[in-house]
Nanobody
């Protein structure tokens, strides 16, 4: 199993930017896909972005396409989510996920390991 620790959340004004980090440890070599999900109050957890650990293939939810960028750093075992042009509706707890088996339009069921989450609040 992979252990994940997210960081980088906080309060930001609409139109601003935030970069989230997810440091992975443990059996990282076995984690084919990593991703980001988010959950707003009263809503279900939803997919945000995914990336393959080795090949760099990426996939984004339509709601964030063109504004968010997922990337990974082999040497640091870290996955990033750069979020630009933030909107109030992006407010949520953001979760890093690993041990994924599907990078193309995945669901939460496709991932086996989860971080504790980091809050991102976008003020209008």
């Amino acid at each position: 199993q992979v252990q994940l620790v997210e960081s980088g959340g906080g309060l930001v004004q609409a139109g601003g930017s935030v970069r989230l980090s997810c440091a992975a440890s443990g059996r990282t070599f076995s984690s084919y896909v990593m991703g980001w999900f988010r959950q707003a109050p009263g809503k279900e957890r939803e997919f945000v972005a995914a990336i393959t650990w080795s090949g760099g293939n990426t996939y984004y939810a339509d709601s964030v396409k063109g504004r968010f960028t997922i990337s990974r750093d082999w040497a640091k075992n870290t996955v990033y989510l750069q979020m630009n042009s933030l909107k109030p509706e992006d407010t949520a707890v953001y979760y890093c996920a690993a041990d994924g088996t599907n990078w193309y339009n995945p669901t939460s069921a496709d991932f086996g390991s989860w971080g504790q989450g980091t809050q991102v609040t976008v003020s209008s």
